[in-house]
């Protein structure tokens, strides 16, 4: 039987989390992951993904920034597709593998797979790029502003980020709504000031509220207690050095939902208008006939 992981006593949800991206490299290109001490039933794939991240890219940088394969400044992620292949066990260390797919002069690829007990629970390869200057343009940022942080009910404030919905009363309501949402959030801590950490911290945000969204224009259709939903696969692109210690938009929308899948989209921008990063994401929206009479 696996040994299930131990415990570490932190304070907060944010702490917690930051103390799970410090994995335990247990040789060149091997990692063991730990999980929050109350997750319950299936891991979050968000931080999953953020934990692979993390791993790959100790592997082209090294950990806290010493260099591992390349000379020169860091390679920051700036892109990443990963598959989600079993429900993570919470109560299981995880253990990461990394493939040193590729070192050039400018970028590096990595392949990553996550296992327990010896079965592949996620994979992802991942993309990191040194800074360069070139051609830029981007979507213009929704004209929307961040949430008074007096209006913000405490409760909120208890995860690794504070999360606020625009017209959130709007989208309580069960009837078809339209097919997007904006949401702002941003950490409830300091962050330490370590670019990939902040690209990790990113990807791992970045599966909240995706697959929620391909369900809003069905709304009144389904009963959420006998419905199966799992995210299924999820890219990302990072357009910038990423700061996660600000406000940040996700607008997020939902092209397509059919065959028991909803496919979503994000992008996500500072509190000034860049765009930072943009997501898809697409999820099992399996509806099961109820069994009560």
């Not at 700036?78 to 990394?98: E, N, Q, T, W």
């Not at 006998?226 to 890219?235: C, G, I, K, N, P």
Request: hydrophobic content about 40%.
């Amino acid at each position: 039987m696996p040994e299930e992981q131990e415990s570490a006593a932190v304070s907060k949800p944010l702490e917690e989390l930051l103390a799970l991206l410090e994995l335990d490299q247990v040789d060149a290109d091997i990692f063991r992951a730990l999980h929050p001490l109350k997750r319950r039933h299936r891991l979050y794939g968000g931080q999953i993904m953020a934990q692979a991240m993390r791993a790959a890219a100790i592997t082209v940088n090294g950990p806290a920034g010493e260099k591992a394969t390349n000379a020169g400044p860091q390679r920051l992620p700036h892109s990443m597709h990963g598959y989600f292949l079993r429900p993570g066990d919470p109560k299981v260390p995880a253990i990461i593998r990394v493939e040193r797919t590729r070192d050039g002069r400018s970028f590096s690829t990595r392949r990553v797979v996550v296992t327990q007990r010896g079965e592949a629970i996620f994979n992802m390869d991942a993309s990191f790029h040194l800074l360069e200057s070139g051609l830029s343009h981007q979507d213009d940022m929704p004209d929307l502003t961040p949430p008074p942080e007096e209006k913000i009910p405490a409760l909120l404030f208890e995860a690794p980020f504070v999360t606020w919905r625009h017209e959130f009363r709007r989208l309580q309501s069960n009837v078809p709504q339209p097919p997007e949402q904006f949401v702002w959030f941003k950490p409830t801590g300091p962050v330490p000031a370590d670019p990939v950490l902040h690209a990790c911290l990113l990807l791992y945000e970045s599966d909240n509220t995706l697959l929620g969204t391909a369900r809003l224009p069905h709304r009144g259709k389904f009963d959420r207690e006998t419905m199966q939903v799992a995210s299924l696969d999820h890219a990302m692109w990072f357009h910038q050095a990423i700061q996660v210690d600000q406000w940040l938009l996700y607008a997020i929308d939902t092209p397509s939902t059919g065959q028991a899948r909803g496919l979503t989209r994000g992008r996500i921008f500072t509190e000034g208008g860049v765009m930072i990063a943009s997501t898809i994401q697409e999820g099992l929206i399996r509806v099961r006939e109820s069994t009560t009479s």
